[in-house]
């Protein structure tokens, strides 16, 4: 039985560290694990401007712990009025990494998202051009589709047809959560890649609403059935080298998530690595988990796997029932568990 795992430093390729105190709190669980993280735009006011994310660029690298190595790296949050020029301007002059798409109104901080595909159309004509990848929140929002089917209508109105379009657009199908995405995935060509959180691969919809309604279950996309947990599962630990490490960590005081109006997202950075591995062991796919966490996401964004290496062991540690950050609580995914994976050092 294999007790430790020695990988390359992973790095997260979608997570949300907010700003200001709540950055300052939450920075340290992802610097401690990752060495770079794709660090999403959807703050309030949403980073659009290639100012306005060296700005908080700066500002996180202020706020990392003393001799913490962490690399932000930084994107654009696409709106219908984008300027194809500043996206072009700002990846060539390194500080957008790359764009996300949010779909408006479709999760937390999403109002001025973009609110029909077609809308950035230059934009992705341009980024298709210059190799700049493309980050997508792959939901729709009309108000007639089931929540359950959000991801799946987006597949067949918006992101197959796009794909066929622009083949040669660099696309990342974020969080995925059912198997029609890991079809879809698994079924493109090279430049269709996807993230998969830890609480997807742990958790179907039960957890949210059975024996009573958990707020700490509850992000966008939401948990599905069964079947598509499994699938997710299937993937992460198939090998297949465009799916890779996104923790989609989304941090919301434990107010706002015991809520009768909670906010979207789970809190997961603190025991991310623990929990990635949790599956693929419980898989019995260790082996495949040093792609998935450290090689396939900097293959696919062209960057170079890190040089420093993290070791996991098999070691028992009690999760917290919160976390005190910020002047307030933070509740972190599997709280109050016992997990059975412990990064050393
Ligand atoms: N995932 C979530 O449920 N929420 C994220 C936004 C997002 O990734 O959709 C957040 O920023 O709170
Ligand atoms: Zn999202
Ligand atoms: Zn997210």
Redesign the pocket.
């Given at each position: 039985m294999t007790d430790t795992i020695t990988i390359p430093r992973p790095d997260d390729w979608h997570l949300h560290l907010r700003d200001g105190a709540v950055m300052e709190g939450v920075l340290p669980y992802t610097a401690r694990q990752f060495g770079r993280a794709i660090i999403m735009p959807n703050l309030v006011p949403p980073v659009t401007t290639i100012d306005a994310a060296a700005a908080y660029r700066d500002r996180i690298v202020a706020a990392l712990p003393e001799g913490a190595a962490f690399t932000p790296l930084m994107t654009a949050y696409l709106t219908d009025d984008t300027d194809p020029a500043d996206i072009r301007a700002g990846f060539e002059a390194g500080v957008f990494t790359a764009a996300k798409l949010?779909p408006a109104g479709?999760?937390t901080n999403s109002a001025s998202g973009v609110t029909d595909v077609a809308n950035v159309r230059k934009v992705l004509e341009t980024m298709a051009e210059i190799g700049m990848v493309f980050c997508v929140?792959g939901e729709v929002t009309h108000a007639d589709i089931d929540i359950f089917d959000r991801e799946a209508v987006f597949i067949e109105r918006a992101l197959a047809p796009l794909v066929r379009d622009l083949p040669e657009l660099k696309v990342v199908f974020?969080?995925i959560t059912t198997e029609e995405a890991a079809d879809f995935v698994a079924e493109s060509g090279p430049n269709v890649a996807a993230t998969i959180t830890p609480q997807h691969l742990h958790i179907n919809r039960n957890a949210m609403l059975v024996g009573g309604i958990r707020p700490h279950a509850y992000c966008?996309?939401v948990a599905k059935r069964e079947h598509h947990r499994l699938s997710l599962r299937r993937l992460a630990t198939s090998g297949n080298e465009r799916v890779f490490l996104g923790t989609?960590s989304a941090p919301h005081a434990r107010e706002a998530k015991e809520n009768a109006c909670g906010c979207a997202g789970i809190f997961n950075a603190p025991y991310a690595l623990e929990s990635y591995a949790t599956v693929f062991d419980e898989e019995d796919a260790l082996d495949a988990f040093e792609a998935f966490a450290s090689r396939n996401g900097p293959a696919f964004y062209g960057l170079p796997v890190s040089e420093e290496t993290v070791t996991l062991v098999r070691e028992e540690q009690q999760v917290p029932a919160t976390l005190e950050l910020a002047g307030t609580h933070y509740v972190p995914f599997h709280a109050g568990e016992t997990l059975g994976w412990k990064l050393a050092g």
């Open positions: 949010y479709a999760t929140h974020e969080h966008l996309p989609d």
